[in-house]
């Protein structure tokens, strides 16, 4: 901007003389020319005194290389020629860092960090004293190196595979208290990828495989010895009912039998001679009985109530 307000001075300085040139000689048909020149130089000196700071940025000031005291918002402003406006990004910004790290049992990890972070929209002057706007090239990505790396590194590499949120943590943990100190705030951040050798993964692979068919025989074994027990369970009870059932049987049978005694007892009790013979007699058809039986043995009966035939 500084080399925009010498340019437009030059300008209008050279317009002016220019035109007092050929006014000593008479001429006017140059003025209209020479104003033009004075307009455009004048134009050149104001748009060197003006600065725009976009949305989401701070404007810095600085005069001659030395930092203001003051910031300036979003929006257009006015300036000396001589001053400088740096807009420092106060956003949410994205960046992501690829980079090798060893585990605890010395096996190489490609990881892929990514982190989501802002500066201090109120400390932005003391960013750009300190550090300057290439903030995360000079502190951001070489503390998520450092951060990344120390807790890989504590880590076997099958319990990488198992803990990538754990890490991530550890991770966002350590940033957040060496970020802070640079005024600079971590927002989040996540291992996105975790990659191994192709030896080790396949190593990885074929134990998943050994535990999953070690797995699957324990649990058809299991299987088995409680289809088993059921079945054994199973006929127990089975061997229960059916005792159980028999038992029943038998002592309905008793107390049918009881019931039936009783029955016939009460009968008995009930039975006079005057009543069996009364009963012989409803039931009697008429009909003499051919023999009788007796103390002196089975004796022939003749009726001679009826005539024999043919007589």
């Excluded at 010395?106 to 892929?112: A, F, G, K, L």
């Excluded at 002057?125 to 550090?131: G, L, P």
């Excluded at 099958?158 to 943990?173: G, M, P």
């Excluded at 089975?238 to 309905?252: F, P, S, Y």
Aim: proline fraction near 2%; glycine fraction near 8%.
């Amino acid at each position: 901007m500084v080399a925009l307000f010498f340019i437009g001075v030059l300008v209008v300085l050279a317009s002016l003389i220019a035109m007092l040139a050929l006014a000593k000689k008479g001429k006017k048909g140059g003025g209209f020319i020479c104003l033009g020149g004075m307009a455009l130089g004048v134009l050149v000196v104001a748009l060197s005194c003006v600065a725009s700071v976009p949305t989401g940025h701070t404007g810095i000031v600085t005069t001659f290389g030395h930092v203001e005291d003051f910031t300036l918002e979003a929006g257009v402003h006015f300036k000396l020629p001589w001053q400088q406006v740096i807009n420092m990004d106060n956003r949410n910004q994205k960046a992501t860092v690829d980079m090798n790290c060893f585990s605890s049992d010395i096996q190489e990890v490609s990881v892929t960090y990514t982190i989501n972070y802002q500066i201090e929209k109120a400390n932005a002057q003391t960013i750009y004293k300190t550090i300057g706007t290439g903030y995360f090239s000079t502190v951001i990505a070489p503390r998520i190196q450092e951060a990344v790396k120390s807790v890989i590194a504590k880590y076997n590499a099958e319990n990488l595979i198992s803990n990538r949120e754990k890490l991530s943590e550890e991770v966002k943990d350590i940033l957040v208290e060496k970020l802070t100190q640079y005024n600079i705030e971590v927002l989040d951040a996540s291992i996105e990828n975790l990659d191994f050798s192709d030896v080790f993964t396949n190593a990885v692979e074929a134990k998943q495989v050994a535990e999953q068919n070690k797995l699957k025989a324990q649990i058809e074994q299991e299987q088995a010895i409680i289809e088993a027990e059921a079945a054994a369970k199973r006929t127990v009870i089975e061997a229960e009912a059916a005792a159980e059932v028999t038992k029943i049987e038998a002592d309905v049978a008793q107390y049918a039998g009881e019931k039936e005694a009783e029955k016939n007892r009460k009968l008995a009790e009930t039975l006079t001679d005057e009543l069996v013979r009364y009963y012989y007699a409803e039931k009697w058809d008429g009909k003499l009985p051919t023999f009788v039986g007796g103390d002196g043995g089975t004796l022939p009966i003749l009726n001679f109530g009826e005539p024999l035939a043919g007589e």
